[in-house]
């Protein structure tokens, strides 16, 4: 990894997730004030949905230029459409249909993991989202532009891309020793999840990787283990397949977004 990752760490989940969301507003205004659209990525989760939810409710969601944002899903539970359980049905629930019916955000400009209600399988959910990245990648140069793996990715150029982190260390539904993590490409389906449902669809390492900045967003005493196995603040040496989110890196910034808790203060 080319730079540090920064850590930024908050009394509560409650100044957390509204400190998130102030910075996200912020992020997407300074991006667009120098290029557009801007592509954003978002996550499932109390954590994330709870940054959305204090977004909805912010000042600056008036400042953003909606029309020239796009939204995506870093992975997506295997749910039909409409499921309350998709991490797509809480985004827009707590913010994504409020952008769109108020605020100018083209509903062609949220793009969702495809369910069961569109396709037969993780699979093909996963070949799907590909292609739908794929139309929104830059050209071939840019897109391989600080790609770990070898070619270029067919994605859009990410400028935030927003994690949470589960207690066993998993980002967007990438688990420890699961086959997943090995995936290569930009997309995978998932099988076995320990987190249910089972079955998901996520972006790879190589997809998150992409993104100019990850943000993980973490709450909670049961994630002060993982976060430090992460960050290497726990004085060992932990393996990415043990500890998913030591792989979660952007191509110029890794933030880490704390409360004291996780930050096991
Ligand atoms: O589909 C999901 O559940 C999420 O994408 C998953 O990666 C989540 O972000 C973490 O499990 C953290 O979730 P919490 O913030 O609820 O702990």
Redesign the pocket.
């Known amino acids: 990894m080319s730079h540090p990752r920064l850590v930024v760490v908050h009394p509560d989940a409650g100044v957390l997730a509204e400190a998130a969301a102030a910075r996200l507003l912020t992020r997407i205004l300074d991006v667009q004030s120098v290029r557009s659209p801007v592509h954003v990525v978002l996550?499932?989760?109390?954590?994330?949905i709870r940054t959305l939810a204090r977004a909805a409710s912010s000042p600056l969601l008036a400042a953003v230029d909606w029309s020239g944002v796009h939204l995506w899903w870093?992975?997506e539970?295997f749910l039909p459409d409409g499921d309350p359980d998709r991490?797509e049905t809480q985004a827009r629930e707590a913010l994504v249909d409020g952008l769109i019916a108020g605020h100018g955000l083209p509903a062609g400009n949220v793009h969702p993991m495809p369910g069961p209600s569109s396709v037969g399988s993780p699979e093909e959910g996963a070949a799907a989202y590909a292609a739908e990245l794929a139309r929104f990648a830059p050209v071939a140069a840019e897109a391989s532009a600080g790609a770990d793996d070898a070619g270029s990715l067919a994605v859009p150029a990410f400028d935030v891309l927003l994690?949470?982190?589960?207690p066993d260390g998993?980002?967007?539904?990438l688990f420890p020793g699961h086959e997943g993590l090995a995936a290569t490409g930009t997309t995978t389906g998932v099988h076995h999840s320990p987190?249910p449902p089972p079955q998901?669809v996520s972006l790879t390492f190589g997809a998150i990787r992409s993104a100019r900045e990850v943000w993980v967003v973490?709450a909670?005493a049961e994630k002060a283990a993982q976060a430090a196995a992460a960050l290497g603040t726990d004085g060992a040496g932990h393996e990415v397949s043990d500890v998913p989110a030591a792989g979660a890196t952007g191509r110029t910034r890794t933030l880490w977004l704390l409360d004291a808790a996780a930050a096991g203060k």
């Open positions: 996550t499932g989760g109390t954590v994330g870093g992975d539970r991490n994690l949470g982190m589960g998993h980002v967007a539904s987190k998901r973490a909670g």
